[in-house]
């Protein structure tokens, strides 16, 4: 990566004064690679590393999913319906510190006056909670059989964000939603990489007439609502398919989506770096076809499509979250974002069952973290910014 | 002017006639037709149907028929009749269906494009002029949020701030006494109050694209030479930032409308979902849920008609804003 010629491309800028550091600086700068040259714009980038950080948290969650959630996604507490977040407390009732957390179990009584159901802490009775615990046996990434977990109760029980109306634990739930929602971002986002490139590819490469038709393709797609047309067609899966079959067709669909943009910038960049030097530097070498492209033209790129990627991962899993949200896409037993969401549909979920309403939290959190990575990638990608 | 116009207006039906064709695929892709349909009903309410009368009914409607056949006379019917077929499950034509609601999705868009482009024209100016200001960040981090959340997400939120705070919902779009009253003025002005909800739900992210836009363009034109010039000349500020820079920079910000447009219609239905709107979103949903294909391809038409008469006018207004565009320059 060392040849790449970009760093120096860089238009002369005013030389500090001729210290041995700053010189030290400078030839650091101009033998960087150019990953090296991303990595050192990107560190700069407040809000992106904080980005980054968030969404290594996400990714974690996505793949320790089985251990860190206390119980499987479908396991029930049968007398804990729709079963408000219960508290960790270190300090008990008579104001004593146990390092050990602990919760309490919930009672529900009817206010004699209003009429109103209070809940209250039934503080005689302390559930401890440990860690590495043996709980619900569960089959990681579906290989190990395993039943330990990250943290649980031995007595009672423990739903730090409530429980659903079936009594099973939104955590979990929300948990594995994670890792569904994720992969089919990822999945999805794969399927446009490899349209955009081939399609863009085509588009820069033959130019002409083809190149003319796919442009005016493209912009016919960018006009219209995409998604009211990509609900249309989610509608007209047959209704007997299996929920994997589901799956695996809405990731398709989501992945036919977001291609355009990315067609666009492959195109845009093959033709104009055609033209540059280094590319008829690399001809009149003798260099052939494929050699330019693999060893010049997609290095070159490449860190283009990479922030285009990460811009759009936030459509993908936002298409996802609103098709199975309206109960289009996703459907139960497949656990996702938009399919925790169904709850919450309505006013009277929201005024009774505040807490169905945190995976809006998960996924505004994640959107929010990867428009900031994806901001500061692109300024990292931009050889002409330092 | 006349020949850009009219370029325009030729790249405008040949997609409208794209469009048609793809909604008239995601009508056909349902498995069965609306003679399976029918029978069904009829077999639900206890009438003895045999596949001969399926068949015969199939042939009766031109079902059987090849697709490019049908597809013909499905949208002669729509431009020349305005008949867009029977909805399966309200029993009743699509047109008379979609006329009571039409009207409300579009005064919502043309609500939210206003509300869009008010708001973000003079907040980008201000977050421009008065760069790393307090406000100017204030500006950055609604912006950040809004264009983060979907606006259903905005929306559900809204309504659980609504319902969990004031303890009132902030759904619907009209009081209760006046959503069965015929029009009048009262009714109209009732509409309004409760219209800016949605508005600004559905055009935050909008609103928050618009403002760096404009923040950005004006930071741009601002220090350049011709606004030294004009400051020289004893220009007052407010008169000089408007009659030059703004005007420049209003440029990128009029060939978005389509864009904006475009969002808005897509995230329209969803929004009325949320908040129980009496538009064609919630019709949309329940169309498409229950496989209801006239009704669903009537409204996505509708949708796509109005993203692209929009695209239309917001080529239009560029080339009024724009000389270079109106002779035919490229920028």
């Known amino acids: ?386 | 002017m006349a020949k850009y116009l009219l370029q325009r207006l030729i790249i405008m039906i040949v997609m409208l006639a794209a469009l048609s064709v793809i909604v008239f695929i995601t009508i056909e892709l349902p498995p069965g037709d609306y003679a399976d349909r029918r029978a069904l009903d009829m077999r639900s309410q206890g009438v003895l149907v045999t596949q001969q009368d399926v068949v015969a009914m199939r042939h009766q409607l031109g079902l059987d028929r090849p697709w490019y056949v049908r597809y013909v006379t499905w949208i002669t019917n729509i431009i020349f009749h305005g008949n867009f077929g029977i909805s399966f499950g309200l029993h009743r034509p699509v047109a008379d269906v979609l006329g009571e609601r039409v009207g409300l999705t579009v005064l919502l868009a043309i609500a939210t494009i206003i509300f869009t482009y008010g708001l973000a024209i003079p907040i980008g100016i201000y977050s421009a002029i008065r760069q790393y200001s307090l406000g100017d960040y204030a500006a950055t981090i609604i912006g950040y949020f809004g264009m983060a959340t979907p606006s259903f997400m905005l929306a559900l939120i809204l309504l659980y701030f609504s319902v969990m705070v004031f303890n009132n919902s902030v759904g619907g779009l009209f009081s209760s006494q006046y959503s069965e009253a015929p029009w009048s003025w009262p009714k109209f002005v009732d509409l309004l109050r409760h219209l800016w909800v949605p508005a600004l739900v559905l055009g935050l992210a909008g609103t928050a694209f618009e403002i760096r836009t404009m923040r950005a363009t004006l930071l741009d034109e601002k220090n350049k030479l011709y606004v030294t010039a004009a400051r020289a000349k004893g220009l007052p500020e407010w008169k000089l930032l408007l009659k030059y820079p703004v005007r420049v920079a209003l440029n990128p910000i009029a060939s978005t409308i389509g864009w904006e447009l475009t969002a808005i219609i897509a995230g329209a239905p969803l929004v009325s979902f949320v908040l129980a709107l009496p538009d064609t979103g919630p019709l949309f949903l329940r169309a498409l849920l229950d496989q209801d294909v006239y009704l669903s391809g009537a409204i996505l038409l509708m949708y796509a008609t109005l993203t692209i008469l929009g695209t239309f006018l917001s080529d239009v207004l560029l080339a009024m804003l724009d000389p270079r565009i109106r002779y035919g320059e490229r920028v």
């Open chain 1, 1 to 386: 990566m060392t040849q790449i010629t970009e760093a120096i491309d860089i238009a002369p800028r005013p030389l500090p004064p001729p210290s041995g550091i700053a010189q030290e600086m400078e030839n650091r700068y101009y033998t960087a690679s150019q990953f090296q040259l991303m990595w050192w714009k990107f560190k700069k980038h407040r809000l992106a590393l904080i980005g980054s950080v968030l969404l290594g948290f996400f990714v974690f969650i996505a793949v320790f999913a089985e251990f860190l959630s206390p119980y499987t996604p479908t396991a029930r507490t049968p007398d804990y319906l729709f079963g408000r977040p219960q508290v960790l407390h270190f300090v008990d009732a008579e104001g004593k510190f146990h390092l050990r957390p602990f919760t309490y179990a919930l009672t529900a009584a009817m206010d004699p006056k209003t009429f109103l159901l209070s809940v209250k802490e039934d503080t005689s009775q302390p559930w401890p909670v440990y860690f590495w615990i043996k709980g619900d046996p569960y089959k990681m990434w579906g290989v190990i059989n395993s039943d330990r977990h990250l943290f649980g109760v031995k007595e009672g029980h423990l739903h730090l964000l409530g429980t659903d109306q079936l009594g099973r634990d939104l955590l979990s739930r929300l948990f594995h939603a994670t890792r569904t929602s994720l992969t089919i971002g990822v999945v999805g986002l794969f399927i446009s990489f490899f349209l955009g490139l081939i399609i863009g590819g085509i588009s820069g490469f033959f130019g002409g007439g083809i190149d003319d038709a796919i442009q005016r393709f493209i912009e016919f797609i960018r006009s219209i609502p995409t998604l009211p047309l990509w609900m249309a067609m989610a509608a007209a899966l047959p209704k007997e398919w299996s929920p994997q079959r589901v799956y695996f067709t809405i990731t398709i669909l989501l992945g036919l989506l977001g291609w355009t943009h990315l067609a666009r910038r492959v195109r845009g960049k093959l033709l104009s770096l055609r033209e540059e030097d280094f590319v008829v530097a690399a001809r009149i070498a003798g260099s052939s076809d494929a050699r330019i492209i693999a060893r010049h033209l997609l290095p070159s790129f490449l860190s283009y499509i990479i922030v285009d990627l990460s811009i759009s991962f936030p459509y993908m899993i936002l298409a996802e979250t609103s098709l199975s949200f309206i109960g289009l896409g996703l459907r139960a037993p497949v656990i996702s974002w938009g399919v925790l969401l169904q709850n919450a549909q309505n006013i009277q979920a929201i005024a009774l069952y505040p807490w169905l309403f945190t995976p809006v939290a998960f996924v505004i959190v994640s959107v929010m973290a990867f428009s900031f990575v994806g901001d500061g990638m692109r300024d990292a990608a931009d050889p002409y910014s330092r």
